[in-house]
């Protein structure tokens, strides 16, 4: 607490005004965040393109952007936590308090299924190779921001044509080009007598 305290320029003793120890701040700053996140999420919502997959995708982008505007908050909800999945969806659960979370995308996800746009597949294995797809881009760019990425909207256009391609088994795009890259040829094999 007192290093927070510091870090803020409040004494302690205000901060114990308002919070009774760290766990209650951290709690704090956890609902902070997917407040904000879910604020991002109602926008889209309000005024969704008619296509799901694209609402998808904005869902996505937004989570993206807040993850890395808030780079904190991001690493809180996964160091903190502990992610189950249940009838009703999933959960987070920090201490005390749970979370439902990730709703929008398996919504979307539903839409998209119903709509032909995504393969019809058990709605929690498509979300768990997007989102794992989603959290390892937002994690590397995190955890090591001297690298050379790419700009963030170019990095996440790659990613998500990589997936829509992929979940749908498309041929995956050349990121320089935009154009469709050709399969690989497989060298063929000789049959003979001395192999």
């Known amino acids: 607490m007192r290093k927070i305290a510091a870090r803020i320029e409040y004494s302690p003793t205000t901060i114990y005004r308002v919070f009774r120890d760290k766990a209650e701040v951290m709690e704090h700053l956890i609902a902070e965040g997917y407040r904000g996140v879910h604020e991002r999420y109602e926008a889209i919502l309000a005024h969704r393109p008619d296509s799901p997959l694209e609402t998808l995708n904005l869902i996505i982008r937004e989570y993206v952007a807040f993850a890395i505007a808030h780079p904190n908050h991001y690493r809180l909800w996964f160091a903190t936590s502990e ?113």
């Open 83 to 195: 992610l189950r999945a249940g009838e009703g969806g999933l959960e987070m659960r920090h201490g005390n308090t749970s979370y439902r979370v990730y709703h929008t995308w398996l919504a979307r996800i539903d839409e998209c299924k119903a709509a032909g746009l995504l393969p019809r597949r058990d709605r929690l294995a498509l979300f768990q190779l997007i989102w794992a797809a989603v959290h390892g881009l937002i994690s590397l760019r995190i955890h090591h921001p001297g690298f050379p990425w790419p700009p963030l909207d170019r990095h996440v256009d790659a990613l998500l044509s990589l997936l829509d391609r992929g979940l749908r088994g498309a041929p995956p795009v050349d990121t320089r080009t935009g154009v469709p890259a050709s399969r690989p040829r497989r060298p063929r094999r000789r049959i003979g007598r001395n192999q």
